[in-house]
T-cell receptor, first 116, second 111 residues
Framework: DVKVTQSSRYLVKRTGEKVFLECVQD?????MFWYRQDPGLGLRLIYF???????EKGDIPEGYSVSREKKERFSLILESASTNQTSMYLC???????????????FGPGTRLLVL | GQQVMQIPQYQHVQEGEDFTTYCNSS?????IQWYKQRPGGHPVFLIQ?????EVKKQKRLTFQFGEAKKNSSLHITATQTTDVGTYFC???????????FGGGTRLMVKP
């Protein structure tokens, strides 16, 4: 069974703080993703990584950076948190199911971040 | 870039009524995936459609992919309270493993 875990379920930080969100998957997946989820906006891709040390910007990378030093771990970094980064952050890894064309994504439980 | 729109944003139904959510892409898709997120939970993969005009069923759920591969729908027959949640469509293209998610349709079922 695929397991994607995130370091915190809830996090409260102050404006200007550096914030680290950690994601770990135990299935040796190559692709990992960070999204933020806001009401009415669905899931918006921040960054994704297709291999160790490789990263690609998603739709909304501004104000974020990522790190993938090991295959199983993908970190999202808010260099200087701002109130508009208050959101639910979801990590995912993806895997090609037998017979499917494109990989499907397995999500972690999410981290609800509040920036004061 | 690719945009995926989903309607309605919210839907209240009485238990036993049917429900449909619609998904439209600005570009032709290679595949469409559907996910369900229960309240307080995370999105969980339901199904993937690949072929033009494809229809797939999972019990009371019917998924369709349009002929032009730019739209899709999810229909639930005779909703139950266990169907409550937000349903997301996600469009894939041939550029890799990225998905573009729609805004989701939040389904609420009154018992």
């Amino acid at each position: 069974d695929v397991k994607v875990t995130q370091s915190s379920r809830y996090l409260v930080k102050r404006t200007g703080e550096k914030v680290f969100l950690e994601c770990v998957q135990d299935m040796d997946h190559e692709n990992m993703f960070w999204y933020r989820q806001d009401p009415g906006l669905g899931l918006r891709l921040i960054y994704f990584s297709y291999d160790v040390k490789m990263k690609e910007k998603g739709d909304i990378p501004e104000g974020y950076s990522v790190s993938r030093e090991k295959k199983e771990r993908f970190s999202l970094i808010l260099e200087s948190a701002s109130t508009n980064q208050t959101s639910m952050y979801l990590c995912a890894s993806s895997f090609l199911l037998s017979g499917e064309l494109q990989e499907t994504q397995y999500f972690g439980p999410g981290t609800r971040l509040l920036v004061l | 870039g690719q945009q995926v729109m989903q309607i309605p944003q919210y839907q209240h139904v009485q238990e036993g009524e049917d429900f449909t959510t619609y998904c439209n892409s600005s570009t032709t898709l290679s595949n469409i995936q559907w996910y369900k997120q229960r309240p307080g939970g995370h999105p969980v993969f339901l199904i993937q459609l690949v072929k033009s005009g494809e229809v797939k069923k999972q019990k009371r759920l019917t998924f369709q992919f349009g002929e032009a591969k730019k739209n899709s729908s999810l229909h639930i027959t005779a909703t139950q309270t266990t169907d409550v949640g937000t349903y997301f469509c996600a469009g894939g293209n041939n550029a890799g493993n990225m998905l573009t998610f729609g805004g989701g349709t939040r389904l609420m079922v009154k018992p």
